[in-house]
């Protein structure tokens, strides 16, 4: 359910950039704003209960958003574009993303911050810089260090 401060950030949100507030686009930019980190057209999809818009809606929303910088594609993974609200983000660079090799989670580092690359030759022009860390999320971590523990007690 929808509380009142997000209905009324969603109507702030969507009247700052002169969209019409409808049904999908209020659904759609609740979604985002709840996520946790950026999300799939198709996980935009599901997180939408029962009255969820078709696809080619929530497509043309996304499009929509981005268009009006309310939103932006934050990374491809699995040939799938990951949207996110852009607020925090300008066109150029987005806060780094954090892959766990081993589960695939992601995760928004929104309090890491990163210089823009320098030194580039002149003529070269940076129209987007992203920054994408992999490694091991802290439970995958754990799960490694205790197998490893057992196997060598096993062993020993
Ligand atoms: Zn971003
Ligand atoms: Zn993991
Ligand atoms: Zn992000």
């Known amino acids: 359910m929808m ?8 109507a702030a949100m ?7 507030h409808t049904h999908s686009r ?29 696809k080619v809606t929530i497509y043309r929303t996304l499009e929509a958003f981005a268009a009006a910088g309310l939103v932006h594609r934050a990374y491809l993974q699995h040939r799938s574009w990951h949207y996110e609200l852009a ?11 954090f892959f766990c090799s ?22 070269y022009v940076v129209q987007r810089q992203q920054v994408r860390l992999e490694g091991l999320c802290p439970a995958c971590n754990r799960a490694l ?7 060598k007690d096993a062993a020993g």
């Open 14 to 20: 969507l009247h700052a950039v002169g969209l019409r």
């Open 145 to 151: 260090h205790e197998n490893g523990k057992e196997s």
């Open 3 to 10: 509380d009142d401060t997000t209905q009324k950030d969603i």
């Open 102 to 123: 081993n589960c695939g989670l992601a995760r928004c580092l929104h309090d890491t911050q990163m210089p823009l690359v320098r030194g580039l030759e002149k003529g």
């Open 26 to 54: 209020a659904a759609v930019l609740h979604v985002l704003i709840k996520a946790h980190g950026a999300l799939t057209q198709e996980q935009i999809a599901q997180h939408i209960d029962k009255k969820s818009p078709d």
């Open 87 to 97: 607020h925090r983000c300008s066109d150029v660079q987005c806060h780094p993303h």
